[in-house]
């Protein structure tokens, strides 16, 4: 079975400063996605950044990107020129690849928050 | 946009109470989940569902039953409610075998069990 491991269950930024999520992973499979999925205070969770585990080139979405050190396991967040709106609890979420089917497995979740 | 909805942001049930959830979403996704959501436990998956009249087990499916009757909506039935299961529930839907592989929340329902 899958384990996501999500070692700091809370962290704080200033605004405009750069913060770094960690995510680890157990599996045996060599096929699967990661996802960083966001949960603002009373909002609705959504998706932040995937990526493909054969990819080698780590995935950006503007002020996001990920550090994806497969042989280790390794699935960090970095937020850069950090906002208030990032404010939110981050999951971290594995999923393997094989018939679709497949739930995400999630980590604990970091509860990050964002200082003026 | 992929919509998910869920068919009340906050209940109140008394122990021993039958109680429902629904969750309906409008992209024709044929795989749907509910999640249960604790503080510092996460997002812990209770049933899915990846076709129509079909369930699969999650993690903690104790305590809990579902109905998937069409294709567009997944429902969580809590047979005799309990304290323990005061709790944010989450659903989600998703494509069975798409590109991106996103699964989609819905906003959650808040259940008080008193």
């Known amino acids: 079975a899958q384990t996501v491991t999500q070692s700091q269950p809370e962290m704080s930024v200033q605004e405009a400063e750069t913060v770094t999520l960690s995510c680890t992973y157990d599996t045996s499979e060599n096929n699967y996605y990661l996802f960083w999925y966001k949960q603002p205070p009373s909002r609705q969770m959504i998706l932040v950044i995937r990526q493909e585990a054969y990819k080698q080139q780590n995935a950006t979405e503007n002020r996001f990107s990920v550090n994806f050190q497969k042989a280790a396991k390794s699935f960090s967040l970095k937020i850069s020129d950090s906002q208030l709106g990032d404010t939110a609890m981050y999951f971290c979420a594995f999923m393997k690849l094989s018939s679709g089917n497949t739930p995400l497995v999630f980590g604990k979740g970091t509860r990050l928050s964002v200082i003026a | 946009d992929v919509k998910v909805t869920q068919s009340s942001r906050y209940l109140v049930k008394r122990t021993g109470e039958k109680v429902f959830l629904e969750c309906v979403q409008d992209m024709d996704h044929e795989n749907m989940f509910w999640y249960r959501q604790d503080p510092g436990l996460g997002l812990r998956l209770i049933y899915f569902s990846y076709d129509v009249k079909m369930k699969e087990k999650g993690d903690i499916p104790e305590g809990y039953s579902v109905s998937r009757e069409k294709k567009e909506r997944f429902s969580l039935i809590l047979e005799s409610a309990s304290t323990n299961q005061t709790s944010m529930y989450l659903c989600?839907?998703?494509?069975?075998?798409?590109?991106?592989?996103?699964?989609?929340f819905g906003p959650g329902t808040r259940l008080t069990v008193l």
């Open positions: 989600a839907s998703k494509v069975l075998a798409g590109i991106y592989n996103e699964q989609f």
